[in-house]
T-cell receptor, first 116, second 111 residues
């Protein structure tokens, strides 16, 4: 099983450019998440989805957009990139509530983004 | 103020020594997750605690959740270089909302 796959692994963007961070999972998980990790700051939730067609904002959604057209894919779109969006981005998935939460989240290996 | 506090922020231990990392919540936890992150990589799920007073072990790592369900500790016995990395706790406050993570504890194990 591939688990959660993120692409690209590294990217350098110029201020004002746009890009999409790809995330796909092959575990048939309903729940998917996008977090960003800044040095010494832990993980901050950007957006999450409880199923295809349903998305919701997290703690730091400004400057980002998401869509969830299929169970497998949860892309994160950056519009008009800013230096403050320099970070490591992690996508994760989980089985959901109840017993599904016993197994925690499965994380991708991350996308390291630099905006210059 | 931060909902979830981890301490210490960083830790350097000699190989073979024991260590403890703490995670304290300002609110009662529904569940508490521990993850390990190797430098430059994603997070690996270690353990999940849900009941007050619960304790779980995996190899040389033991995690506990206090009776009040507001504090958890992660204890590593006889540390090895393979234990080095960043340990993060993740709080589940309701059972159906995304996890809130602490800032992490960076562990280095030296020979």
């Amino acid at each position: 099983n591939a688990g959660v796959t993120q692409t690209p692994k590294f990217r350098i963007l110029k201020i004002g450019q746009s890009m999409t961070l790809q995330c796909t999972q092959d575990m048939n998980h309903n729940y998917m998440y996008w977090y960003r990790q800044d040095p010494g700051m832990g993980l901050k939730l950007i957006y999450y989805s409880v199923g295809a067609g349903i998305t919701d904002k997290g703690e730091v959604p400004n400057g980002y957009n998401v869509s969830r057209s299929t169970t497998e894919d949860f892309p994160l779109r950056l519009e008009l990139a800013a230096p403050s969006q320099t970070s490591v981005y992690f996508c994760a998935s989980s089985r959901g509530t109840g017993a599904g939460r016993l197994y925690g989240y499965t994380f991708g290996s991350g996308t390291r983004l630099t905006v210059v | 103020s931060q909902e979830l506090e981890q301490s210490p922020q960083s830790l350097i231990v000699q190989e073979g020594k024991n260590l403890t990392i703490n995670c304290t919540s300002s609110k009662t936890l529904y569940g508490l997750y521990w993850y390990k992150q190797k430098y430059g990589e994603g997070l690996i799920f270690l353990m999940m605690l849900q009941k007050g007073g619960e304790e779980k072990s995996h190899e040389k790592i033991t995690a506990k959740l206090d009776e009040k369900k507001q504090q958890s500790s992660l204890h590593i016995t006889a540390s090895q270089p393979s234990h080095a990395g960043i340990y993060l706790c993740g709080a589940d406050y309701s059972g159906n909302t995304p996890l809130v993570f602490g800032k992490g504890t960076r562990l280095s194990v030296i020979a």
